[in-house]
Every structure is written in C-alpha cells, then in structure tokens.
C-alpha cells in the first residue's frame, strides 16, 4: 500500500493527537519540533528534583463515559496517564475580596453549593446549568452524534457576550462576578469574549475535575508512545523554516534552514501567524487570508512564578485558587504599574495520588507583551540584567500577594522561577506570548474565526488556534482536522467504536 507521508509542524498537545490519529489509519507520519523537548505547553521541567507543569495543569470531563476520556480512549492513552481527582465540592475556589466561593462537580452539587450563599438564586442558578450543558450537547463533537450539531444555539452563543447572558440570568451582581471567576482559563474579556467559550470550559470541568500524577508531560510520553507503535516518529530540534510549494500544491518542508524532507501532507500546528512565515509569499495563499490572521487579536500574555516549596511544609491543595483583590474578575488584563497584579491563579503539582505535602506550585497571572519590549528582541537566557530584575520584582509582588492570602507561605518557598509572555513566545511560537493563543471576540464572527483548511489544498491547521484552546479544545480540533483525510463521519465512527 502507498503510505502517504504526512508532516506536522509542532509536537504540542495538538500536533501529537493529529500524528496519532493518523498514524493509527495508516498514514507516515513525522512530527518535528523546534524545542529541544516536545510537548509546546504540555512541556514540564525539573530543576533539584523537583517538577513544574509550564503550561496545562488540570482537566475535565475525564471520568468514565465523559467526553474526554472517550477520547483519550480513542487516542490509546486512557491506560497510561494517571489522574488524581480534584475536590469533588471544591475543585475551583473564588476568593473575591477574601470571601471565598467554591465551584463542587456536577450540576445539583453546584447548585446546591451556590444557593447556600446565594439562595435567592437557586432558579436562576439551574437556569444558568442548563443553559451550560444545553451549549455543550448543541456540539456533535461533544455527544458523539454525527451530523446532529444544533448551529442555532452554537450561533446564538458565540456572538453573545459572556457577562451579556450571566447578567441576563443572574440578578445578584456578586454571584454574576463569582461565576466567571475561573475566567484566567480562557482569558476572557467583557464585552468581547463569547458565552459558549465559558459554557464549554464550565460544563467540561463541572463533570470532573483532574490533575495529571507526575505532571502533564506525562501526556506526551503517552501520545508519543502510540504514534511510534503506529510507525510515525518525532523529532525535536527540527524547527520548520519553510513550507515549500510548487505552482499548485506544498511539496514538502524545509527543516532548520536546510534540509528538505518531503510530504504529501503539511499540517501545522503551530500559531496560524507562525504558519502565514512559513509558507513565506507563495502566491497561493491571498493576501486577503494573510491579512485577516495578522488582525485577529491575541488572549493577553502569561506570567507565571514557579514555586519550589520547602519540604513538608505546604499541605498539599487539592483545588485550584482564583484570588482577586479587586471586587471583579473582570478588567483584571487592564492594570497599571501600582495596581499589578489584579489577580491570579495559584495551583499544586501532583507528584503522587494522595500526597500530604505539595513539592512545586504555580502562581499564574497576566502581563501585556507592552511591558516587555525592551527585551523584545532577546532571547531565553540571554535576556540581560535588567530583564532579570524585573521578573524578578514582579515575581516578589506576586508573591507577597499570595502570602497575604496565605499568611506564611513565603517562608516555605524553598526557591522559584519565572516565565513571561517572552519565555512563551520563544518556547511555544504564540504570538505576543499570549497565553492560549487567538482570542474569541463576538464583534469578529466568522473574521476572528482561524480555519483548519487553507487554500494550498495539502496544507491544513490544528491547534488551539483552530476550534479551541485546552485539552478538549485542542482535541475536537485535531478530529475537525483530521476529518479533512479521513471524513469526519469515519472519526465519529472509530471514537464510538473504541468505547464500545
Ligand atoms: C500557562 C498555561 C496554563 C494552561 N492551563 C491549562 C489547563 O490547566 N488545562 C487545559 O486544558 N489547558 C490549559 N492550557 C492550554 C493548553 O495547554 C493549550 O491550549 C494546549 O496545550 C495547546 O496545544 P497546541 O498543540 O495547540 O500548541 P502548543 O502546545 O503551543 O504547541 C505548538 C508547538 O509548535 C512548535 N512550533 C512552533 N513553530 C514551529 C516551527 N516552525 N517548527 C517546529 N515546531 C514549531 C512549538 O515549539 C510548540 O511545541 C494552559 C496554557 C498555558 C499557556
């Protein structure tokens, strides 16, 4: 049989599921990455022993039956990633102004768990679930059910604002205000950010909510594990400089400026802005396209402080924090130099399942790439003095803004380190360091939309660009790719079929 060579530019979450799910039909697969490790922001790192996640630290939807461990399933790394459950009455805290807010898995838990605080909501609040969940089962790549996407509701949702339908539902502003408080998930913004990108983030997590044991890195060796068994291969330090066309269609790719490797298939899973470099001024690709991806806005830049704790000091946190020391989640990517940082996310790794003390922790929070470009041009390690003190201040301020919330917690930081919007950017290839890559804008439609077919008919996309970012996100959009070699009808088909 003639194996059709497919090349995947990028082995992130995204590019290994695209090489595994064509790997396993058939088709050569190779997978290069420019990193010296593969993985993009499943990456991990170690430093005296310990391990910190970079990028993805927690999941949904992955209990039996749920959509995402049927695609894990599908993908044949079900068996081999542990996961350690999050709280199931908490797996998300909310402390707005000190006052803390508890998100608890399943639609009556969450109900039930709101009304106490807010019990003159209850209604409201099951309206707001099933609106959620309706949302969700309105995808067909959510309930598996082909060619039975609702395009009414996926509509109607995705050009109505996130705080247009809270506000619409909820008439206490404080429960509107705790209800998008895991809105650093999706770096959502008021006004612009579509209600169905918080429906799918609030459905998917409110199933189940997991941890990876070991760190999300574990996820690469798993996905890289199938696609080898399936003849493909990765290889890292392989940074695409080109995608060569000829008249009509891509022949193939140029690796580090040099080397010519052929494809019959060019999928990138790389920033689409990445891509448009790539595929340099073939005239294949119009002007037109160029221009509307160069204009689609970015989710804001990461900063993130990784905390090496002292040993048996810090009990372990089986939830994830969201800390505001403003009165809203919202606005918190709109701060000066005093009111820095507004915000922020704080997590343990999970080393084992049951642990008592927690080794490594993240404090994530926002930066504009405007703050960082007198370092623009520099790269990891080489950045200068002057770059270092400054990561360095921010990261003390973020800091000294957790142990306010937790009393003492910076005397049992052993150590820590720091990555900013720069570090992604050069890292990951996101544009301007933004966290999850494009951002969704209802007053953009279709226009803020990144396709995963390009005019080069041989050359698609994949990636939290297109459909969206996160582990699900990031999966339904490698099937939506996939879809293009192998129809989207026959995907349905081998995902049900593997969990029969
Ligand atoms: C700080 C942070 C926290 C997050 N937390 C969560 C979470 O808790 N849960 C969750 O579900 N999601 C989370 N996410 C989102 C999730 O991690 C991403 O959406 C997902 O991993 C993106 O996968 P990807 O393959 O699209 O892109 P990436 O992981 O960015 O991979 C792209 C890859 O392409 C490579 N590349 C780029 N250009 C080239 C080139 N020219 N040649 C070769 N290789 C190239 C890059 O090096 C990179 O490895 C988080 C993201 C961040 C940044």
């Known amino acids: 049989m003639d194996r059709k060579k497919v090349i995947i530019i990028g082995?992130?979450?995204?590019?290994?599921?695209?090489?595994?799910?064509?790997?396993?039909?058939?088709?050569?697969?190779?997978?290069?990455?420019?990193?010296?490790?593969?993985?993009?922001?499943?990456?991990?790192?170690?430093?005296?022993?310990?391990?910190?996640e970079t990028g993805m630290h927690f999941i949904g939807s992955a209990d039996e039956g749920q959509i995402l461990n049927k695609m894990m399933r599908y993908l044949e790394i079900d068996g081999q990633v542990e996961l350690?459950?999050?709280?199931?009455?908490?797996?998300?805290?909310?402390?707005?102004?000190g006052e803390e807010f508890e998100f608890a898995n399943g639609r009556e838990a969450f109900i039930e768990r709101m009304a106490s605080r807010f019990p003159g909501q209850t209604d409201n609040l099951a309206r707001y679930c099933r609106l959620v969940?309706?949302?969700?089962?309105?995808s067909s790549l959510h309930t598996l059910k082909y060619g039975q996407t609702d395009g009414a509701v996926t509509a109607e949702y995705q050009l109505r604002s996130v705080n247009e339908v809270v506000e619409e539902i909820i008439t206490d502003s404080l429960l509107q205000k705790v209800l998008?408080?895991?809105?650093?998930?999706?770096?959502?913004?008021?006004?612009k950010t579509p209600f169905s990108v918080h429906a799918f983030i609030m459905d998917f997590y409110n199933r189940s909510a997991f941890r990876f044991v070991g760190g999300s890195d574990v996820l690469v060796r798993a996905l890289t594990d199938?696609?080898?068994?399936?003849?493909?291969?990765?290889?890292?330090?392989?940074?695409?400089?080109?995608?060569?066309?000829?008249?009509?269609?891509?022949?193939?790719?140029?690796?580090?400026?040099?080397?010519?490797?052929?494809?019959?298939?060019?999928i990138s899973a790389a920033h689409p802005m990445r891509t448009m470099e790539m595929l340099g001024d073939t005239h294949l690709i119009r002007p037109a396209f160029r221009k509307r991806i160069a204009s689609i806005p970015q989710t804001i830049g990461g900063f993130s402080v990784y905390l090496h704790f002292k040993e048996n000091k810090v009990p372990y946190m089986n939830h994830n924090y969201?800390?505001?020391?403003?009165d809203t989640p919202w606005g918190c990517e709109q701060y000066d130099e005093e009111s820095w940082p507004k915000g922020y996310l704080y997590m343990h790794v999970c080393d084992r399942a049951g642990q008592e003390f927690a080794r490594s922790g993240i404090l994530l929070t926002y930066m504009r790439m405007d703050e960082l470009m007198a370092w623009q041009d520099t790269v990891p390690g080489r950045?200068?003095?002057?770059?270092?003190?400054f990561v360095d201040g921010r990261a003390?301020?973020?800091?000294?803004?957790?142990?306010?919330?937790?009393?003492?917690?910076?005397?049992?930081?052993e150590c820590f380190y720091v990555s900013s919007p720069l570090t992604y950017r050069d890292y990951t290839g996101t544009q301007d360091g933004s966290i999850y890559g494009v951002a969704k804008d209802i007053t953009l439609g279709s226009a803020g939309r990144v396709p995963h077919k390009t005019r080069i008919p041989n050359v698609f996309m994949t990636g939290q660009n297109v459909n969206s970012h996160g582990m699900l996100g990031v999966i339904v959009g490698t099937m939506v790719t996939c879809g293009e070699f192998l129809t989207p009808k026959y995907i349905y088909e081998q995902i049900l079929e593997a969990n029969k």
């Open 11 to 52: 082995s992130g979450l995204g590019g290994l599921s695209s090489g595994v799910v064509l790997a396993k039909n058939g088709y050569r697969v190779t997978v290069l990455e420019q990193d010296a490790l593969p993985g993009g922001c499943l990456q991990c790192f170690c430093r005296r022993g310990v391990k910190f």
């Open 84 to 97: 350690a459950r999050l709280d199931t009455d908490r797996y998300n805290v909310v402390s707005l102004q």
């Open 133 to 138: 969940e309706s949302i969700s089962a309105a």
């Open 180 to 191: 998008v408080g895991d809105l650093p998930l999706y770096a959502a913004v008021r006004d």
């Open 226 to 266: 199938v696609l080898t068994g399936h003849g493909g291969e990765v290889r890292t330090r392989s940074r695409v400089t080109r995608i060569v066309c000829d008249a009509t269609h891509a022949i193939g790719v140029e690796v580090n400026g040099g080397e010519l490797l052929p494809a019959d298939y060019v």
């Open 322 to 326: 969201f800390a505001y020391d403003t």
């Open 383 to 389: 950045r200068g003095a002057d770059y270092e003190a």
């Open 396 to 413: 003390r301020r973020l800091i000294a803004a957790l142990d306010r919330r937790f009393p003492g917690i910076k005397d049992n930081i």
